[in-house]
């Protein structure tokens, strides 16, 4: 078994980045989901499930001190980490946080592509939100995710949900951090702890799903027939919800890089 792909998305429910290796700090991968956008009114977090447009976002992590914005029709804006000048609450689900607002040029540049007021916050390695203490120990932090910091899927569950639909379907539908090669479909449902590299991690929850699959990641569109969620439905559904694929946490710091290999410790 092996890693054999490495996503980081800089902005949450923009484009990914696929990388070759990434450092890990205390809220995932360096750079993942540490920027968001949020209704300038309530600053409530926006994603692709009400906002489709927002899977043509690219959205690069410049360093440590920017992010880099491009979109079909805009032009290029490099927008600096903020300080703490300005701060903004912010709401993603059922968790709060008071975040360095971006500012109005990155502001302005987003309402235009979304189409309604919005703004850009940003969330230091110093501050994150806690993770799930159902699932989680005190103190173990993640970004602007939908509550993990790290999201694992099996190379070979994709490709036996492709056979089951019947035609291509792009990793990218389910958004990522690793990509594990080398398993038999869901064979990560069954594990505790692993280790790639030298990194090891916590398996604590399967990842329940919502309608962003069935959007194209490279068009925007939805699946007419929603797939392939309709799919999923009809053998991946549990208690709670349709599952694919594993959230973790890392049992400390370290570095990624394709290619590394796999272990299952537990």
């Not at 300038?40 to 410049?62: E, I, K, N, S």
């Not at 190379?155 to 080398?182: A, C, H, K, T, Y």
Request: proline share 6%; aromatic share 8%.
């Amino acid at each position: 078994m092996h890693l054999s792909s490495l996503y980081r998305f800089p902005l949450k429910s923009a484009a990914g980045e696929a990388l070759q290796q990434c450092a890990s700090d205390a809220l995932g991968l360096v750079g993942d989901r540490r920027w968001m956008v949020v209704a300038a009114g309530t600053g409530r977090f926006l994603t692709q499930r009400a906002v489709p447009t927002m899977a043509l976002l690219q959205a690069h992590w410049d360093g440590e001190t920017a992010l880099r914005l491009t979109a079909p029709g805009m032009q290029e804006l490099l927008v600096a980490v903020p300080d703490a000048k300005v701060m903004r609450c912010v709401q993603i689900w059922s968790s709060n946080a008071v975040v360095p607002d971006a500012g109005d040029a990155a502001a302005a540049w987003l309402t235009d592509f979304l189409g309604q007021p919005c703004r850009l916050v940003y969330l230091p390695e110093d501050d994150g939100i806690q993770v799930d203490l159902d699932y989680a120990r005190l103190g173990e932090r993640t970004a602007f995710s939908d509550g993990f910091p790290f999201l694992l899927i099996g190379q070979g569950s994709l490709d036996d949900l492709i056979r089951r639909v019947g035609r291509p379907l792009e990793m990218l539908r389910f958004r990522p951090n690793l990509v594990i090669s080398g398993t038999e479909p869901y064979a990560e449902d069954g594990w505790t702890r692993i280790r790639i590299g030298q990194l090891a991690f916590r398996i604590v929850k399967p990842c329940s799903r919502c309608v962003i699959p069935t959007l194209d990641p490279f068009t925007a569109e939805r699946d007419p027939d929603r797939e392939p969620l309709n799919t999923l439905l009809t053998y991946r559904k549990g208690k709670g919800g349709v599952f694919f694929g594993q959230n973790l946490i890392a049992e400390g710091t370290g570095e990624l890089e394709v290619g590394m290999p796999v272990e299952v410790l537990e």
